[in-house]
């Protein structure tokens, strides 16, 4: 994967691009780092190339649960060009990388002038809405185990290899369960040899296992994103 490479940006028309590209910094994203704050209005959007990110919504308590992730296949930011201005969760980077910074400016200008511009970041919207949803179904009806294999394989599609910088600790407050729960199904999925786990990595052995273990809100949130976005470089198969 290119280290430069995000897939809106490349699914851009060639004018609109034209008129990001000097604009567009690089930026590297640091394990852990905060982009985003709930309620606090981002004075840009990211495009992760390399790095991926997740969103999440905190309660008073400090307990979180992941709701979507975002790598090179979309922007962090939305609210910018929603309506809405301020985030309603926090964007934090789960996997250290690359990415570009963009003005709210210059992408509140181009919401404004509508056209292709528009049309896109509202179907990558669209398909984050999917992705939000198909989680909530997911953290409601589906075991653990299901669960952990999907965000397994969520985070494999926007990953540079087969492993994932990722604790059973960071899994389970990404899910919202206890981390007992993630440890038993971690070693159901070791055993079946679909992964294999060792301190703060996990390798994944077997995808095609891994998906015939997670229930059906990996699939469809997946299809959705490639009917409205058939980009150049789709996410791993």
């Known amino acids: 994967m290119d280290s ?11 004018a609109d691009w034209a ?13 852990g780092k905060v982009l985003f704050e709930s309620g606090v209005i981002p004075a840009s959007v990211v495009f992760p190339t390399t790095a991926v990110i997740s969103l999440s919504h905190m309660t008073r308590e400090g307990a979180s649960a992941e709701f979507a992730v975002v790598g090179n296949e979309g922007v962090v930011g939305i609210s910018l060009f929603m309506g809405g201005s301020a985030m309603t ?5 789960q996997s250290a990388g690359q990415g570009w910074r963009l003005g709210a400016p210059l992408i509140r200008a181009a919401v404004e002038r509508g056209g ?10 669209q398909s984050l809405i999917v992705q939000t949803a198909q989680t909530a179904a997911c953290n409601r ?3 653990i ?8 394989l969520m985070g494999l599609d926007r990953a540079q290899s087969d492993e994932l ?21 971690a070693k159901k999925l070791q055993e079946s040899g679909y992964i294999r786990y060792r301190r ?15 229930c059906e809100c990996y699939a469809v949130a997946k299809k959705e994103y490639r009917r409205l976005l058939p980009v150049p470089m789709p996410m791993a198969a």
Request: proline share 3%.
């Open 89 to 93: 969760g926090r964007a934090l980077v």
């Open 141 to 143: 009806h589906h075991s």
């Open 116 to 125: 292709a511009v528009l049309s896109l970041l509202l179907r990558y919207t």
């Open 200 to 214: 703060g990595h996990i390798e994944v052995l077997d995808r095609g296992g891994l998906e015939q273990r997670t």
């Open 4 to 14: 430069q490479y995000n897939q809106l940006l490349a699914a851009l028309p060639a």
């Open 19 to 31: 008129l990001w590209q000097p604009h567009l910094e690089p930026v590297t994203l640091a394990y």
């Open 165 to 185: 910088a990722m604790t059973q600790e960071a899994v389970a407050n990404l899910l919202g369960v206890r981390r007992e729960g993630v440890t038993a199904a």
């Open 145 to 152: 185990a299901q669960q952990v294999s999907r965000r397994l």
